[in-house]
């Protein structure tokens, strides 16, 4: 079974440029994480779809951040302008109805200078 | 914001040796998750244990659930270098929403 994916693992962007990035779940998962993990830290929830619709986006800095998942199946997170406390490792993580436990990709480290 | 709270920040042990983290919370919750880490990587799965669930085991891991202290531990036995890594905890409300701690900093010396 082919796990997360996610692109690109590495980006260095200047700030106030933005940066996308994509994220394709296990297939047959229907819920979707984004999660923020900076440096030392645990990871933070930025924003979880069911299929392609949004459970909850409380900690996504909706000014800067923006994410999508059409069709229910991929997802992308997108941040502009980028800030330089922007720079973090984002996780994404898919799970099935039932099981309840979590799946990651191995993230995408942005650095913004 | 965190709800689990892991303890110690950081331990080192030698090999062979058993490995004890815990994690405290706040809320009430559905069940409790850890999770491992290894430098550069994403999370990996280990163990969860749903809150009418005391104890559970899977392979050298142990995680107790004491929900009347709104605590958990993880007991990794007889540790191996490969065991280097960051452990978290992370419990879910409902919903599968899960929120993680800080995280235990494992190194374990040859």
């Known amino acids: 079974e082919a796990g997360v994916a996610q692109s690109p693992r590495y980006k260095i962007i200047e700030k106030r440029q933005s940066v996308a990035f994509w994220c394709n779940p296990i297939s047959g998962h229907a819920t979707l994480y984004w999660y923020q993990q900076i440096l030392g830290q645990g990871p933070k929830l930025l924003i979880q779809?069911?299929?392609?619709?949004?459970?909850?986006d409380s900690q996504l800095p909706k000014d800067r951040f923006s994410a999508e998942r059409l069709k229910g199946v991929d997802s992308t997170l997108k941040i502009q302008p980028a800030k330089l406390e922007d720079s973090a490792v984002y996780l994404c993580?898919?799970?099935?109805?039932?099981?309840?436990?979590?799946?990651f990709g191995e993230g995408s480290r942005l650095t913004v200078l | 914001s965190q709800q689990g709270e892991e303890d110690p920040q950081a331990l080192s042990i030698q090999e062979g040796e058993n490995a004890t983290m815990n994690c405290s919370y706040k809320?009430?919750?559905?069940?409790l998750q850890w999770y491992r880490q290894n430098s550069g990587r994403g999370l990996v799965h280990l163990i969860l244990?749903?809150?009418?669930?005391r104890e559970k085991h899977s392979g050298r891991l142990r995680v107790t659930l004491d929900t009347s202290k709104k605590s958990s531990s993880l007991l990794i036995t007889a540790s191996r270098a490969a065991d280097t890594a960051s452990y978290f905890c992370a419990t879910d409300k409902g919903a599968q929403k899960l929120v993680f701690g800080q995280g235990t900093r494992l190194t374990i010396n040859p």
């Open positions: 809320t009430s919750i559905n069940n």
């Open positions: 244990i749903r809150s009418n669930e």
């Open positions: 993580a898919s799970s099935h109805s039932t099981t309840g436990e979590l799946f």
């Open positions: 779809f069911q299929n392609n619709g949004v459970v909850d």
